[in-house]
C-alpha cells in the first residue's frame, strides 16, 4: 500500500508537470522533467503489483495447509514473479546510456537497449503476473470444491479466497 501511495504521489507531480501533454504545448525542458518524474515513481509503482502476491501466497498455505508440492508451486509462482517485476523496474533504468537518456535525448544522444526487447519483455513480465493472480485466485476454488460442505458455502468462499469479495 505504501509502495502504491508513493506512486500515486508521483503520478500526480507528474501530470501536474505536464506529463502526458505533447511537448510542443509545455516545452522540452518541462517534458523532460516530467518524464524523469514518472520513471522514478515507476520502480515502486511496478514493485507494488508484485510483493502483494507472495503475502496472498503465504496467506492460502496458512489457510489451506497445501501438501508439499504445492506449497513449492505457490512459492515458486510468487517469488518468480517478484524477481520479474524487480527486472522490469530495473531495465526501466538501464536500458540507456547514460540513463538522463531516457528522459532527454537530445541533449544526451544515449545509446539504449532494442525497444522490441524490452517492450517483449514487459509484456511477458506483466502476462506473467496475470497469469500468478489467477492462480492464486482459483487455487483456493479447487481446494474449497472438494470439501464436504454445502454447495451455497463452497461459492461464499470461494468468493471470499479466490476474489477477494467480502
Avoid: E
Avoid at 51 to 72: D, M
Avoid at 109 to 117: F, S
Amino acid at each position: 500500500m505504501i509502495l502504491s501511495l508513493i506512486y500515486s504521489c508521483i503520478a500526480s507531480v507528474y501530470v501536474h508537470m505536464g506529463g502526458g501533454r505533447h511537448p510542443y504545448y509545455i516545452g522540452l525542458d518541462q517534458t523532460a522533467a516530467a518524464v524523469r518524474m514518472i520513471s522514478i515513481g515507476n520502480i515502486p509503482g511496478i514493485i507494488s503489483v508484485a510483493i502483494p502476491k507472495l503475502a496472498v501466497a503465504v496467506l492460502l498455505v496458512r489457510l489451506l495447509n497445501p501438501a508439499r508440492y504445492q506449497k513449492a508451486i505457490l512459492y515458486t509462482l510468487t517469488l518468480s514473479c517478484v524477481v520479474m517485476q524487480t527486472l522490469c523496474a530495473v531495465f526501466l533504468w538501464v536500458q540507456c546510456t547514460p540513463t538522463a537518456g531516457l528522459w532527454n535525448l537530445v541533449k544526451y544522444k544515449p545509446k539504449c537497449w532494442d525497444l522490441n526487447a524490452v517492450i517483449n519483455y514487459f509484456i511477458f513480465a506483466g502476462s506473467y503476473s496475470i497469469f500468478v493472480d489467477l492462480y492464486l485466485a482459483i487455487y483456493p476454488m479447487t481446494v474449497l470444491w472438494g470439501l464436504q460442505i454445502n454447495r451455497p458455502k463452497k461459492i461464499g468462499l470461494s468468493c471470499v479466497l479466490g476474489l477477494g469479495i467480502l
